[in-house]
C-alpha cells in the first residue's frame, strides 16, 4: 500500500466523486466512503482504490474506516445533505436533527478520528466542505446553513489545537455547482444535471455555473504541500459569490473614464 492514503466521505458521486478523481490522479490510493454502494464501487475499482460502505452518522462506520485506511495524508469530509425544507416554523424536528447528524455531527466524528491516526504521524489534511449557507443568510435552507455555520467554527477551532501535531485543517466553500445534490433540489431529479444547470444558467457570475472539477482543483491545492502554511482558512470555490457578488457598476460603463 502505498504512503499516501485519501479518504473522500460523501465520495460517490458529485463532488466528492470529482475529488477523489482528483486525489487518484495526484498519486493517492483514495478510499472512497458513502452509502451508495453501486457508484461508489464502481468509482473506486476505476481508480484503484477501495469503496467502504459508511454512514457518517454512525461513529462506529467512521472508525473502522479510517482504521482501514492505513497510514492516512488526506480525509475530504464533504458528505453532506440539504436536509429539511420549508419555512422555520414547518420545521420538521426529525428532518431537522437528520440535517444536523449527517452535516455537523458527521463532520466532527471525521474530525474526531482522523486526528486521532494522524496525530502520531505527526502530519495530515483535512478538508471539510463548507457552504456559503454558512456565512450569507437566505441562501440555503435553515438548518443546512445552521450546520454549515457550525463547520466553519469547528474548522477554525479545531485548526488551531492540532497544527501543533503538523495536521492542517481547512475547508472549501462551493458555490452553486452542478452535481447530483442540486440537482435533486432544482430538478427533483439528481440524475438531471442537464436540468439543475439550466436552473443556474440565469445568474452565473463568471458566465457559467460552477462544476464538480473546480472544487476537485481547490480540493488538490489543500491536500498537498503547495498549501503546507495554510490552516483554519475557508477557500471560496463560488465566482466571488460571496465576498464579491456586486457588478462593480462604478467602474464600468459612464464611470470607466475617471
Known amino acids: 500500500m502505498p504512503d499516501r492514503v485519501a479518504i473522500v466521505t460523501g465520495g460517490a458521486s458529485g463532488i466528492g466523486a470529482a475529488c477523489a478523481e482528483r ?13 451508495q454502494a453501486e457508484p461508489g464501487g464502481a468509482l473506486a475499482a476505476r481508480l484503484g482504490g477501495e469503496f467502504v460502505h459508511t454512514d457518517v452518522t454512525r461513529e462506529d462506520d467512521i472508525e ?13 469530509a464533504n458528505a453532506g445533505v440539504f436536509g429539511a425544507l420549508g419555512p422555520i416554523e414547518r420545521t420538521d424536528t426529525a428532518e431537522a436533527e437528520w440535517t444536523i447528524a449527517v452535516n455537523l455531527r ?3 466524528l471525521c474530525l474526531k478520528h482522523a486526528v486521532r491516526v494522524m ?5 495530515g489534511s483535512i478538508i471539510v466542505t463548507a ?39 481547512n475547508s472549501v ?34 458566465g457559467r455555473p460552477g462544476v464538480p472539477g473546480d472544487v476537485a482543483g481547490a480540493v488538490s491545492f489543500l491536500a498537498g504541500q503547495d498549501s503546507g502554511f495554510v490552516t483554519g482558512t475557508e477557500l471560496f470555490v463560488d465566482a466571488g459569490y460571496t465576498h464579491a457578488p456586486g457588478p462593480a457598476s462604478f467602474a464600468k460603463g459612464g464611470f470607466a473614464g475617471h
Open 23 to 35: 486525489l487518484a490522479a495526484d498519486g493517492f490510493r483514495v478510499l472512497v466512503a458513502d452509502v
Open 64 to 76: 473502522a474506516l479510517v482504521d482501514r485506511a492505513g497510514p492516512l495524508e488526506v480525509f475530504f
Open 173 to 206: 466553500v462551493p458555490g452553486a455547482i452542478v452535481s447530483p445534490m442540486t440537482a435533486a433540489v432544482l430538478a427533483g431529479d439528481p440524475a438531471d444535471l442537464g436540468a439543475a444547470a439550466r436552473a443556474m444558467a440565469p445568474s452565473p457570475l463568471v
Open 106 to 108: 458527521g463532520t466532527l
Open 131 to 169: 457552504s456559503p449557507g454558512g456565512v450569507v443568510g437566505g441562501v440555503g435552507p435553515h438548518v443546512y446553513s445552521a450546520t454549515k455555520a457550525g463547520v466553519a467554527g469547528l474548522v477554525r477551532s479545531v485548526a488551531a489545537e492540532v497544527r501543533d501535531y503538523g495536521i492542517r485543517v
Open 119 to 123: 496525530r502520531p504521524r505527526g502530519r
